[in-house]
């Protein structure tokens, strides 16, 4: 079974340091999607791609959260500087889609658990 | 703004009885509803879906109902086993956008032996 993988799986770090989260999508899904996991907002997410194509960041706090497709196989979060509160478990999920309208299942990793101290 | 919301953090069942899990969502341009299942330290997985042309959608002893009038679904889950204890997350999304899913915060179900 194809399926997304995420590195590292767990990560500590301490404030004011440097995170990349990695996602290698399923091969040739065409959409991936990056979300945090938190107690209070369950799901919520913060950037995702269409063909490597950045359509929507909104949910991503601009100053400190970047989010990449350097190329089809790879997909990047970076946290900088990391806060206390970007503690949390970070989800990559990929999908394909042939248009607008056209929904299928995304597919999820097992996540990064980022603690930052 | 939630869109989609699951208003029972969680839920208790005795095994080989039902379980049905409740969403709801505001937006009405919202036209395919899936349910995901996770496990603790794993990634969320894809359940079960509906097209709003649709009010019901059946795979096995899960089962999943649209009521767009009232823009509630439900997960039906017959009968309950104890390895269907997990995190249920149901998800929406619209035919304006690439597949971009708005997910509800969660229910917790535990199956009883």
């Known amino acids: 079974d194809a399926r997304v993988t995420q590195t590292p799986r767990h990560k500590v770090t301490e404030m004011g340091q440097e995170v990349t989260m990695r996602c290698q999508p399923i091969?040739?899904?065409?959409?991936v999607f990056w979300y945090r996991q938190t107690m209070m907002q369950g799901l919520e997410l913060l950037a995702y791609?269409?063909?490597?194509?950045?359509?929507?960041d909104s949910g991503m706090p601009k100053d400190r959260f970047s989010a990449e497709m350097p190329d089809a196989t790879l997909a990047t979060l970076k946290i900088q500087p990391s806060e206390p509160r970007d503690s949390a478990v970070y989800f990559c999920?990929?999908?394909?889609?042939?248009?607008?309208?056209?929904?299928?299942?995304?597919?999820f990793g097992d996540g990064t658990r980022l603690s930052i101290l | 703004d939630q869109q989609v919301k699951q208003n029972s953090p969680s839920l208790s069942v005795q095994e080989g009885r039902i379980s049905i899990l409740n969403c709801d969502y505001t937006n009405s341009m919202f036209d395919y509803f899936l349910w995901y299942k996770k496990y603790p330290a794993e990634g969320p997985t894809f359940l079960i879906s509906?097209?709003?042309?649709?009010d019901k959608n059946e795979d096995g002893r899960f089962t999943v109902f649209l009521n767009k009038s009232a823009k509630h679904l439900s997960l039906h889950i017959v009968p309950s086993q104890p390895g269907d204890s997990a995190v249920y997350f149901c998800a929406a999304s619209g035919v304006y956008n690439f597949n971009k899913f708005y997910f509800g915060s969660g229910t917790k179900l535990n199956v009883k032996p």
């Open positions: 999920a990929s999908g394909l889609t042939l248009g607008q309208g056209d929904n299928q299942p995304q597919h």
């Open positions: 791609f269409r063909n490597r194509a950045p359509l929507d």
């Open positions: 091969l040739g899904h065409n959409t």
């Open positions: 509906i097209s709003s042309i649709k």
